[in-house]
């Protein structure tokens, strides 16, 4: 089984949890396969608002697509979830990405 199925199983078994989603955005990611991943990063944003992790990665990907507005508007919304969820090293990083695109 190669990963990506491995983490479509894994979503299957544990619908619940934003992690095998996570991982299987960045394995499509991470295998050039960008309009998946992003696909896969939109699914896991609107299944999981709060799993804050997924706004830098599905705005780096975005980005990668030639999608600056996209990733604006991607990491836009996960500095709000980052500090609503007082989670400032993320928002920082997220901030940071933000005006890499300006």
């Known amino acids: 089984m190669d990963r990506v199925s491995a983490f479509r199983s894994f979503i299957e078994k544990s619908p619940s949890d ?22 896969a990063f939109a699914d896991l944003i609107k299944t999981f608002p709060d799993y804050v992790p997924s706004y830098l990665m599905a705005g780096n990907t975005a980005s990668a697509l030639g ?28 901030e940071a990405a933000l005006a890499e695109l300006d």
């Open 18 to 39: 934003p992690f095998p989603r996570y991982g299987l955005a960045m394995e499509l990611k991470n295998q050039g396969k960008l309009v998946e991943a992003s696909d």
């Open 67 to 94: 999608l600056p507005d996209q990733a604006r508007d991607i990491y836009t919304r996960g500095i709000a979830t980052a500090r609503a969820r007082g989670d400032l090293h993320a928002a920082k990083e997220l």
